[in-house]
């Protein structure tokens, strides 16, 4: 495993140094399961404004609607 340092602030430190409190065996597994959860909380924001763009540009082409409906027909018969 990689090491690395950086700087925290007093109440970050504070709240850390509570890792035992929350279930982590030390400050490291702490850390990287917050590093973990706002890797995945960014991506999921990645895909949400992807679907939202696939669907703007869906709504907003009537020849895309027209395939898409064609491909569907009969799929789930």
Do not use: N
């Not at 399961?33 to 924001?45: D, N, S, V, Y």
């Amino acid at each position: 495993m990689l090491q690395t340092k950086f700087s925290l602030e007093e109440t970050q430190a504070e709240f850390l140094s509570e890792f035992k409190t929350y279930g982590f065996k030390d400050r490291s597994a702490m850390v990287r399961m917050a590093i973990t959860l706002f890797k995945k909380r960014i991506e999921l924001e990645s895909l949400r404004k992807s679907a939202d763009l696939y669907s703007e540009i869906y709504s907003l082409d009537d020849d895309l609607k027209e395939l898409t409906e064609t491909a569907v027909t009969g799929w789930l018969e």
